[in-house]
């Protein structure tokens, strides 16, 4: 159609999520086969960790101090519904949910 601007190609890439133990989180993610593991004591107070699902394009990240990811808390759905964003789940404690 003229005059309409092309839509470029979205992809989602990286998922950040909320967790209160970034080492118990690593463990999780790396028994249940996530690969490509990058984890990066960027300064004292910051670390990054991005894992990726077997055969996906698109990653996790979590860590410390990383602004506003890392101040998200797991019942932050609510927030998240607030705003029309899709959550798909929640889960308030993962290590309750994998015992």
């Known amino acids: 159609m003229a005059g309409t601007p092309a839509v470029p190609d979205m992809r989602l890439e990286l ?3 909320p967790v209160s133990d970034v080492d118990r ?3 999780f993610y790396d028994q249940a086969g996530f690969g490509n593991l990058h984890d990066t004591q960027v300064t004292e107070t910051m670390r990054v960790v991005q894992l990726t699902p077997p055969g996906s394009s698109c990653a996790i990240v979590f ?3 990383m602004g506003p990811i890392t101040d998200m808390v797991p ?15 929640c889960l308030p404690d993962m290590g309750a949910a994998t015992a």
Do not use: E, H, Q
Not at 75 to 89: G, P, Q
């Open 15 to 17: 998922v950040p999520l």
């Open 25 to 27: 989180a690593k463990a």
């Open 63 to 65: 860590g410390t101090g």
């Open 75 to 89: 019942a932050c759905y609510l927030t998240c519904y607030a705003r029309s964003l899709v959550v798909l789940a």
